[in-house]
């Protein structure tokens, strides 16, 4: 039987692809969408807690990580967070901004997933769900030999994501083709993931799990000043979400505990009140937190009692407390993967691989990650219009 013949075949049905998708039948190419789930954009249904944190006004390539920050500067200059959000309101979806510059819908996440299935619906896009795709070759054309039979086409495009949420389906497909057309992927690990304790601080720590605070991290040249969420395993919350990219084994982070306080006599003043220690952080904190941080780390006196040296080694340390990790809860607790196909292999302009004509990745299987805040999402509309403006 011969092959099915398309212009572009795109295999991965999440944002990324669909966008590609919708964008290069716009263009009067025949392409069709693979997805080896039974429904496209799943990722997208959960993302935001249902609601899709859909992109995010801020983005630019400053909120990225990848071996080459330059990279996706001009995908992100020619695709923007207007244009996306422009796309919303042309299907009159109802939005709103929470905070930070994050987009979400006022509904559900569905509402981008129907939209993006109309858009591509009416530029022609052909989309197989349960379709597992079985072998690439390229002996001139791309032949790609599915479950649904073989297919060919002139522009492949990988747009398969990363290993993050295994449940949803999540497999080292993308980084597989590449090596198979020799292309390096770098190192791969989970990103936006929560952190977890070291034997030592999970058992002193385990009682506060379910304990949220402000606090401000620093690590290797990032800073956030967001939420902190105690478990029972170790950190989470959107600050250690977002310092876990840049966290590696054995580094240790410092903490700034109480970051909307900048004044260095408070403690001092506070002094005066002959208020207790606990009681004066529980105004600031849950007194779940301040009971425990105090037995651990605080002399057992009134803090009238504390002397000025005292009181400046306390100030430090709410200011700058260490904490060392264990680990991190891996793949099924990370938001994306960092690494990828690496960028130097890859034009930024047109996310096709320099020594392999017609092949295309896009999207969270390449060496790009944003922070958390819709930024990913905008990654994965900027690379995949790219990509489309040329398959």
């Known amino acids: ?51 899709c944190n859909f992109t995010n006004v801020h983005a630019g390539a400053d909120n990225f990580l990848s071996a080459n920050p330059d990279f996706c500067r001009s995908a992100l200059a020619r695709y923007t967070p207007e244009d996306f959000i422009a796309l919303v ?23 981008i997933i129907e939209m993006l299935l109309a858009e591509c619906a009416a530029a022609g896009v052909e989309i197989r769900t349960g379709c597992t795709v079985r072998d690439i070759q390229k002996p001139d054309r791309f032949r790609v030999t599915t479950s649904s039979g073989e297919l060919d086409c002139a522009s492949l495009v990988i747009a398969t994501g990363g290993l993050s949420f295994p449940k949803l389906g999540a497999t080292d497909f993308g980084y597989r083709i590449a090596r198979q057309f ?36 620093r690590h290797n040249g ?16 959107p600050a250690l979400l977002q310092i876990s990219s840049y966290w590696r084994e054995n580094q240790t982070l410092a903490f700034d505990l109480l970051p909307g306080i900048q004044d260095p006599d408070w403690l001092a003043r506070e002094r005066e009140t002959k208020t207790s220690l606990p009681a004066i952080l529980a105004q600031h904190w849950p007194r779940r937190l301040a009971d425990s941080w105090c037995e651990r ?13 005292d009181l400046s080694k306390l100030e430090n340390l709410l200011h700058h407390w260490t904490l060392d990790f264990s680990g991190t809860e891996g793949y099924a607790k990370a938001e994306v993967t960092l690494g990828g196909v690496d960028t130097g292999a890859l034009s930024s302009k047109t996310m096709e691989a320099r020594a392999v004509r017609g092949l295309f990745f896009i999207g969270e299987v390449v060496d790009v990650t944003g922070w958390l805040g819709g930024y990913n999402f905008q990654w994965a509309w900027a690379s995949g219009h790219a990509a489309g403006l040329v398959v």
Not at 226 to 235: D, K, N
């Open 297 to 309: 780390h605080a002399p057992r006196k009134p803090l009238a009692h504390y002397s000025q040296s």
């Open 182 to 217: 020799g292309l390096h992927v770098t190192e791969l690990r989970p990103g936006l993931v929560p952190l977890t304790f070291t034997p030592e601080d999970r058992e002193t720590f385990q009682e506060l799990s379910g304990v949220a605070l402000p606090v401000a991290v």
């Open 89 to 111: 309101e042309k299907h009159g979806i109802a939005y709103h901004e929470k905070k930070l510059g994050q987009q979400f819908c006022d509904r559900s996440s569905r509402a």
């Open 222 to 237: 990032a800073a956030f000043e967001e939420a902190a969420l105690f478990t029972h395993r170790g950190l989470s919350g």
């Open 1 to 51: 039987m011969p092959s099915a013949q398309f212009d572009v075949i795109i295999i991965g049905g999440g944002a990324a692809g669909m966008l590609c998708a919708l964008t290069a039948g716009q263009r009067g190419r025949r392409v069709v969408l693979l997805e080896r789930n039974d429904r496209a954009g799943q990722k997208i249904a959960i993302s935001g807690g249902g609601r």
